[in-house]
């Protein structure tokens, strides 16, 4: 097999989309596409509790998704990460608790018509026992994000901080490699629901981009707790204050300043250590841009390190002709333009979502 030649066909299949990549032998992508076919639209009119129902919606949504791939290279591994490996699922593909590495050397199998899904499992954090210990966590498909980011950033001697901003943002603690602990903040799926349901939603007029309304979302006054400052927005727009299409990015201004302030990590010394961002454009400077607030720079890296970081997995558990532990993992296009952030207004802007991601878990 020449490196031309298609070596993996990788797919992020979330709640409510699916992204599939072509990656050729050598691990650069050929092809990418879309889908609405994510869990809720596969599984929509079907009973989801009936597993024989599920596997015919799954595999028809494969079919469209990617079906000429399949026939034309029967011989490419398959490999999927996300909610494609939930209870609601294709197949549940469990969860590895950390501490862990992000290398899942055993995938789950699921057979189907055209060949074999290879389905990645999830990270977990436990949830403590007792009354006030804290809930735990989990992730499924931010794993293959984050395994690609790891990829691409190489060797660190220092723990450092990865944020994944979507609809459930995640915060995730790396150390030499391994992923020592995360948590989940629902600040895009909430942004939703303030914005389309509810009196702020009534308030708001058609949204357009106002950095000077983020902003001013990203300095309100914490102190008098996050759901007063939020209903804020409206006398703020009562008054002329605040123009009724701004009112949806200062919203996004004040739930990210919260998310920040309660998330950020700090050493010993009161520092948060190197942060780096990694999802869509606009989601990405926007946290940078509250990072900076608060005197942090961060390295921003493109959404698509998922097809690296599924290539990579695909890898460590011997899907694919060679093993590539040593950094050659491919050089996955629109993957490599890692960058500091010290300008954010250098951050590309994207035309959808002032919160909430493509990514819901």
Same mark, same amino acid.
């Given at each position: ?33 879309? $889908? ?14 009936? %597993? ?21 290279? %029967? ?17 549940? *593909? ?14 789950? #199998? ?24 804290? %809930?735990?966590?989990?992730? =499924? ?64 007029? *058609?949204?357009?981009?106002? &950095? ?31 123009? #009724?299409? *701004? ?17 950020? #990590?700090?050493?010993? $010394?009161?520092? #948060? ?68 952030? *010290? ?5 590309? &802007? ?8 493509? =990514?819901?878990?």
């Amino acid at each position: 097999m020449t490196d031309t030649e298609p070596g993996l066909v990788a797919l992020d299949w979330g709640t409510s989309g699916l992204r599939a990549w072509l990656l050729d032998a050598g691990g650069r992508i050929i092809d990418t596409r879309r $889908s609405g076919r994510g869990l809720l639209a596969t599984t929509e009119g079907i009973d989801a509790h009936d %597993p024989k129902a599920r596997e015919a919606a799954y595999e028809e949504a494969l079919r469209e998704a990617c079906g000429d791939w399949l026939t034309s290279y %029967p011989r490419v591994p398959v490999v999927a990460c996300g909610m494609v490996g939930s209870a609601q699922g294709w197949v549940d *593909s469990g969860y590895r608790t950390v501490p862990t590495a992000v290398d899942f050397a055993s995938l789950v #199998p699921v057979e189907h018509r055209a060949g074999v899904l290879h389905v990645v499992p999830g990270l977990r954090v436990a949830s403590g026992m007792a009354p006030g210990e804290a %809930p735990g966590d989990v992730m =499924r498909g931010e794993e293959c994000q984050l395994a690609g980011v790891l990829a691409e950033l190489g060797d660190r001697d220092e723990p450092f901080t990865v944020v994944l901003p979507g609809t459930h943002t995640k915060w995730v603690r790396v150390d030499r490699g391994r992923v020592t602990g995360f948590s989940t903040a629902m600040s895009g799926e909430v942004y939703g629901l303030l914005t389309r349901h509810g009196i702020l939603a009534r308030t708001a007029g *058609s949204a357009v981009r106002d &950095d000077a309304a983020f902003a001013r979302g990203l300095a309100a006054d914490r102190s008098r707790g996050l759901a007063a400052e939020l209903f804020g927005a409206r006398p703020l727009v009562l008054d002329g204050v605040l123009d #009724p299409a *701004s009112l949806p990015d200062y919203v996004s201004g004040v739930l990210i300043a919260d998310e920040v302030a309660h998330l950020l #990590p700090a050493d010993g $010394s009161g520092t #948060p250590g190197e942060v780096v961002l990694c999802g869509a454009a606009d989601l990405c400077r926007r946290y940078a841009t509250a990072l900076a607030n608060r005197g942090v720079r961060a390295t921003v890296l493109g959404e698509e390190v998922t097809a690296r970081g599924l290539w990579r997995i695909a890898g460590r558990a011997g899907l694919l002709g060679r093993q590539d532990d040593e950094g050659d993992e491919g050089d996955v296009r629109d993957a490599r333009d890692a960058r500091d952030v *010290s300008d954010v207004s250098d951050v590309s &802007d994207v035309s959808d979502g002032r919160m909430e991601g493509t =990514r819901r878990r």
